[in-house]
């Protein structure tokens, strides 16, 4: 078995070029841990219809793997994940493969590691100083919401009981989160997660705008009266008109 403290295995880890959750043909093929905070409108670096439009193969996966913030996070890893096992008094193995729910398997995501003996997991985070205050009190669930949903996503993967999640701040920092299992959350998840696979992935239509940035992506010509936008549901109706008003005009012969 594979532990924490076996520097060996570190080594490995860190000598792995991509991980899981990098392989883009296998985030393309299902719903991963970072699909749920987009479905659930908390992703603050990705909309829903660019997720859905890189998985119907409309868009290019972004290559995330030679970002910087990923080789520090993947290189602080076994760091942190070593660190956690002696604060808590727990033996770990750390993990490199996919899980998938027996449920419904379309669901996927990896875990970074899980307690020996128990049906626990352990995510690891890294982040800046600059987020410091997106973290809450420790042992808490006050963590940000794009990795609350991502951590409950693998729960309902793995059918594990609850996870913690680890996360190094600026570099000299580790805070430590539980994160119980919530049928109830679990639950608005996966019925989220199903509509946006099957409605927006398989079905091929783009979801409904949350933002004024998500609506001009979907009807960019919107952006004549950009000043007009006051909400989602607001653009999204501007857009369509306008659409609407070029489409008639260009049956008709007009310019």
């Not at 033996?91 to 970074?112: C, V």
Request: glycine share 8%.
């Amino acid at each position: 078995m594979n532990l924490v403290d076996d520097q060996e295995n570190i080594l490995r880890l860190k000598s792995v070029p991509a991980k899981p959750e990098q392989d883009q043909e296998l985030r393309r093929s299902g719903m991963t841990g970072s699909d749920a905070g987009i479905c659930m409108g908390v992703n603050p670096f990705e909309n829903a219809t660019t997720r859905a439009r890189v998985k119907r193969g409309e868009l290019p996966e972004e290559d995330i793997s030679s970002k910087e913030s990923v080789e520090w996070g993947l290189a602080h890893e076994g760091t942190v994940a070593k660190q956690f096992a002696k604060r808590m008094g727990f033996k770990i193995q750390m993990l490199n493969r996919t899980f998938r729910s027996k449920e419904w398997p379309i669901a996927h995501g990896h875990l970074d590691a899980k307690i020996v003996g128990k049906p626990w997991l352990l995510e690891v985070k890294t982040t800046g100083e600059y987020n410091a205050k997106s973290w809450g009190k420790e042992f808490t669930e006050e963590i940000p919401p794009t990795y609350y949903y991502q951590i409950l996503h693998y729960l309902y993967c793995s059918g594990y009981e609850k996870a913690f999640c680890a996360v190094l701040i600026g570099g000299n920092k580790m805070r430590v989160y539980e994160i119980k299992r919530n049928e109830e959350r679990i639950a608005e998840l996966i019925t989220e997660e199903k509509k946006f696979w099957y409605d927006y992935v398989k079905g091929g239509i783009d979801p409904p705008p949350r933002t004024s940035e998500e609506a001009l992506l979907q009807f960019p010509l919107g952006e004549v009266d950009a000043a007009l936008l006051a909400n989602p549901m607001t653009i999204q109706l501007h857009a369509a008109v306008k659409k609407l008003d070029e489409e008639i005009k260009s049956k008709r012969g007009e310019r």
